[in-house]
């Protein structure tokens, strides 16, 4: 069974900056082609700002001019949970850390094989660990 990370928003608040609170806890988003990791090209893995879950390795991630860094898988379904979300008017599904809840983006089925999928992913729900750097995170 996976852990469940839970925390107030207050408590969040302590660890995260006020654009990953808003992003990551408040379903916010980020302009596109504003987050650190839409041209990002280092290999390792994305995890989970909050509680530091694998979400995503950068081997699936690709470039599909979105402005939000896109994958199409992540590491495990069993990492994410999707969402129904019909807010500003459109019918999309979220994803969203299964350990924390955190929000993470939207995923489409845009995307390039083998899955159609694009992960549509902000950067302030992301944290880099670099393989080159021994798993040090960025």
């Known amino acids: 069974m996976a852990r469940k990370v839970e925390k107030s928003l207050e408590e969040w608040a302590k660890t995260l900056t006020p654009s990953q609170l808003d992003i990551a806890r408040k379903k916010g988003t980020e302009r596109a082609f504003t987050g650190e990791y839409d041209g990002h090209k280092a ?32 590491v495990s379904e069993d990492v994410i949970e999707q969402e129904s979300d019909t807010t500003l ?24 094989q083998p899955t159609g999928l694009r992960y549509c992913i ?13 798993g040090v995170e960025k």
């Open 43 to 74: 290999d390792g893995v994305y995890t989970c700002v909050c509680c530091a879950e694998p979400l995503f390795d950068s081997s699936k991630k690709y470039d599909s001019g979105s402005g939000w860094p896109s994958f199409y898988q992540p």
């Open 89 to 112: 008017g459109m019918r999309r599904t979220e994803v969203v850390c299964d350990a924390c809840g955190a929000h993470l983006g939207h995923v489409f089925p845009d995307g390039p």
């Open 122 to 134: 902000n950067s302030a729900s992301l944290q880099f660990v670099d393989r080159a750097d021994g």
